[in-house]
C-alpha cells in the first residue's frame, strides 16, 4: 500500500490526489491531503472573487475529489516551524507532494509605501474573502479615491469589487463585516494603473468587459496613453487575448461619456515612484511616465503625475516562501525540481515532490494546475516501486493523534459548511463565510456532538 501526503488542498493539491487515484497501479493507494486551514479549497474559497460564483462552483468538482474513499482530508494541520515538522512528515508516509502555492505579495520598492491606507491586493482579497489570517480592515475608511497598481486579473477583481454595490454584494459569501463596510463605502473614484501598455497587459478579455457591466459605474480610458502603446494602431499580431484586450479599450476609449456615480479609469505607461502623505495616512501616488523601449519594456521619461487616492492597492505579482526542509531558489522564488521530483544540490530527493506555484512560480490559471500535478504525480508512481519499500505507519492520523495533533477532518468541514449556511439565514442571506479562527474550529468541533 502507498501512503502518500498531500500538503495544500487548493486545486493543485487536490488535482494531485485525483491524479494518484485515478492512475495508480498500486494497490491500495491511500492519500491524505494535509492543509494549515480547517477549510479545503485553497485560492478557489480564499482568492476567487465572491461574486465570481461560476468560478467558486469548481468546489464542487474539487469535493468529489476529496470524499474520494482513498482520500482524507486533514485541516488545521501545520507543516514546518510550530507545527508538523517536514522531516516527521516524511517519516510518516513513502512520499510527500508539496502543493503550498506562492504564499507572500511582490512589493512596490517605493518611497511611502508602507504609510496607512497603502495595502497589498491579497490583504484585501483576504478580507473580503474571510481568510482567517485577515487581521486587517478600514480599507475603505475614510477614502474617496483608490489607485490599484498593477493591471492582472487580480487588480481588475479588486477594482470590481470597489465598485460594486451592496445589492450586488449581499447574495455572496463575502462575510457581514467586509459586505458592511463596502456597503457604506465613499470611493468614488478607482484608477487601475499598469508601466507599460494595454497590448501587454495581464488580465484576460472576460475579466475585463465585466467592469464594463456595472451598475452605476463609468469606466474611462484614455485614447492619447492607448495611442503611446506601438501594437495599438494595428494590433493584428498580437496573441488573440492582447487583441481583444485592445478592442475592448478601443470601445471605451471612443464612447461619448456616460454617467453614474462611480468611475474606473484606466490608466497605462506609468509606473509608481512614491506614496505621498496628507494627514498622516496616503494621500495621493505620484507616478513617473512611461515609454516603450523597442524591446518589449518601458524606460521613464522624466514626467511625473500625482494621483489622488486615500486608498492605494498593489497588485504586483506573488512569490513563493521557503519550506522548512526543503531546497529554495531564492532568485524563482520556487522549490527546484525535476519534473516535479524536488532536487537536493542538483540530485532527485526520493518521496519529495513539488506541484502548483510552489513549483512553477505564480503563473497560468487555476485550470494550468491541472497538468502541472499530474506530472508530477507521474513522476511519483514511477518511483513508486522503490518508494514503497520503506516502511511507514499503517495509518499516519493515529501516530499524528498519539503526537498530540488534532486535524480537521471532512465531518469537521461540512460541520462548517452548516454554521456558515445558518449564519446566512440568520442574516437573512445565503451562506456568509465564518471569518476567523475562533469560528471556524468551534464550528469544526460540533462534528463529534
Known sequence: MLHVAVVGSGPSGVYAAQSLVQQSQ???????VLDRLPCPYGLVRYGVAPDHEKIKSLQNNLRTVLENERVRFLGGVEVGPGGLPAAR???????VVYCVGAATDRHLGVPGEELPGS????EFVSWYSAHPDATADGFVLGARAAVVIGVGNVAVDVTRMLARGAAELSPTDMPQGALAALAHSQVRDIQMVGRRG??????????????GTLPDT?????????ALDPAYADPSALPAAQRRNVEVLRG??????????RRIRLRFFLRPVELLPAGGRVGAVRF???APDGTGGVTGTGQYED?????VLRSVGYRGVPLEGLPFDAERGTVPHLAGRVLREGSVAPGEYVAGWIKRGPTGVIGTNRPCSKETVTSLLEDAPVLVRREVPDDPLAVLRAEGLRPVEWSGWLAIERAEAELGASLGRSVVKLPDWSSLMEAARTAGT
Open 288 to 290: 513617473e511616465r512611461t
Open 26 to 32: 498500486v494497490p491500495g493507494v491511500r492519500v491524505d
Open 252 to 261: 471605451w476609449a471612443t464612447q461619448p461619456p456616460g454617467g453614474g456615480s
Open 89 to 95: 512528515l516524511r517519516e510518516l508516509y513513502h512520499a
Open 307 to 311: 494621483i489622488e487616492a486615500q486608498l
Open 119 to 122: 495595502w497589498s491586493a491579497t
Open 218 to 226: 463609468e469606466v474611462l480610458v484614455d485614447p492619447e496613453e492607448l
Open 198 to 211: 494595454p497590448s501587454q497587459a495581464r488580465f484576460t478579455t472576460k475579466e475585463l468587459r465585466e467592469l
